[in-house]
């Protein structure tokens, strides 16, 4: 115990704030109440003024500048936003004692708690000053990224969605200034919202949580979910024996399914104590997931899904990209061709990956001008992020060939999109064309060798201010590294197909767009026009 010692206790009065000081400098605020006497950091949680200054009424200190309100029993704040600290006191021989030492696990739970209310306030300064103090106890923002992470998976109210892939793919490289970014992009969604009501985990197995996902009985899903989600061997049979096999069957949410259910696992791998809350949200989304390629005009995907032969081990050839990128029914169709001359599904999907990078390259800019099509450079990106999300899932060779030929249809269906993409501008400096806005100067930086480590913080902070925008910056960017290092050879175009994301000034928020669409479909009652 480090036991300070404060001076006589007949100096502070009844009722006041009364600063001390300990010998080695630090601050501390002293109220007599009665026959108690409570001691407090001097520093106001907010930005450090001293609560010795402020105001004490009816067991409440007030700090003067602004106006935050800290129970003197407890620390806690009534109003504004973190706890102050609070520390055990007593007196001996007319002396005021405190003890100063830190217990970590009590202080975590107490930054915990802290943290987790002002997310919900978003309350973003409070959010990256508790962030900080668990940095400094832990010495890793890791604790904080974890709260973050639990706290979204606990109250996104359709289970899990971009904020938590969002933070699965920055966990690994975030620094300070790029949690405030992360913590912002992933609380601005779930603003005020309450936890989610999770079904109790009961037993269950991979085969009854594939038959409740196909029958939409989501509480059943997720519950089973849970159960299995608490031990490795569970989540591995919960990930080969349900969630692979039912992805597999139809692409889902414009590919999101696959897309999620990779970086669950990521989220899982990196904090395993969140299995079972991230493992139940990720159930929940695919519940209600939409069947893509089962509605009408997916019918080359849905059928060729279904075709699809269990492959053999050859190499793709690289006619396959073109092929992919005429239309989705050439898309399955080389795709089919393939599979059936024992190509390994594998490769069809690296090369999937590659054509989705194009597709992604040529995006035309002018479909975001449009005010009667809901369309943005987003929609393309997806197609880019499921094949790498199928790739990473790493599926076994029957399903691995579905997942190809859906791949493949994804970006053979996305052809409206291409336009003339721009041209790259050569001896341009990468940091100066991301700070400029200038899509050809950076293409003229692709060769940089710290490119990655580069754009990512660009493309987290900088590049965008809605979360949803932020989030699939970060989600490509990543994904294009992960591709690049399996296919270095196709360098230029995954780094060229982040640039094309993320670099361009582009419109967020769509009013006009908004009124539109919704004036012509209440008009005519038809859907606007889309890439496909």
Not at 33 to 52: M, N, Q
Not at 130 to 142: F, I, T, Y
């Amino acid at each position: 115990m480090e036991d300070v010692d404060l001076g006589s206790v007949d100096g502070i009065a009844e009722g006041a704030a009364t600063l001390r000081k300990a010998p080695d400098g630090r601050r501390f605020v002293c109220v007599r109440r009665g026959d108690a006497l409570h001691v407090l950091d001097d520093r106001c949680p907010h930005e450090g003024y001293p609560l010795s200054q402020g105001e004490v009424r009816d067991g409440v200190l007030t700090c003067c500048w602004h106006n935050w309100k800290f129970d003197l029993a407890s620390g806690d704040c009534l109003f504004g936003g973190e706890p102050v600290r609070r520390y055990p006191a007593w007196v001996e021989a007319g002396r005021l004692r405190v003890d100063t030492r830190v217990d970590p696990e009590r202080e975590r739970a107490r930054l915990d708690t802290s943290m987790r209310a002002s997310l919900l306030e978003g309350s973003m300064g409070s959010v990256m000053r508790d962030a900080l103090r668990l940095e400094a106890l832990a010495g890793s923002l890791d604790p904080a990224i974890e709260i973050l992470a639990s706290d979204a998976a606990r109250r996104a109210p359709w289970g899990f969605e971009h904020g938590l892939a969002l933070i699965a793919e920055a966990a690994p490289w975030v620094d300070a200034a790029g949690f405030a970014a992360l913590s912002a992009h992933v609380a601005e969604p779930l603003l005020h919202a309450p936890e989610r009501e999770p079904a109790t985990a009961r037993s269950g197995s991979a085969g009854d949580l594939l038959a409740a996902l196909r029958e939409e009985r989501r509480t059943d899903a997720e519950a089973i979910a849970r159960h299995l989600a608490q031990r490795p061997a569970g989540r591995a049979s919960l990930y080969a024996d349900a969630l692979l096999p039912w992805l597999s069957e139809d692409l889902t949410d414009y590919g999101h399914g696959a897309i999620y259910a990779f970086e669950a696992s990521q989220l899982v791998a990196r904090f395993p104590a969140l299995a079972e809350d991230v493992i139940g949200a990720l159930v929940v989304s695919l519940s209600w997931a939409t069947r893509d390629s089962a509605l009408p005009g997916w019918s080359a995907t849905h059928r060729g899904v279904r075709e699809a032969e269990a492959p053999g081990g050859a190499e793709a050839d690289l006619a396959y990209v073109e092929e992919v990128l005429a239309s989705e029914a050439r898309a399955v169709e080389g795709c089919l061709a393939r599979l059936r001359a024992g190509v390994d599904p594998r490769a069809l999907l690296r090369l999937s990956a590659r054509a989705a990078a194009e597709r992604l390259r040529r995006f035309d800019a002018s479909w975001e001008r449009r005010l009667d099509a809901p369309v943005t450079v987003l929609d393309v990106s997806h197609a880019l992020t499921f094949a790498d999300a199928a790739l990473a899932l790493m599926p076994p060779p029957h399903l691995a060939a579905r997942f190809a030929v859906q791949s493949a249809g994804f970006v053979g269906k996305l052809r409206a999109a291409d336009g003339d993409p721009p041209v790259a501008r050569e001896g341009a400096d990468l940091d100066a064309a991301l700070a400029a806005r200038d899509p050809s100067a950076a293409l003229g930086a692709i060769e940089a060798r710290d490119f990655y480590s580069v754009l990512r913080p660009f493309a987290l902070a900088d590049a965008f201010v809605r979360p949803i925008f932020a989030a699939h910056a970060v989600k490509t960017t990543e994904a294009c590294q992960r591709l690049e290092a399996a296919d270095p050879d196709a360098r230029d175009l995954y780094r060229a197909a982040a640039v094309t994301l993320c670099v361009p000034r582009r419109p967020e928020r769509f009013f006009g767009r908004v009124a539109e669409v919704a004036g012509r479909f209440v008009e005519t009652g038809k859907p606007p026009p889309g890439l496909y």
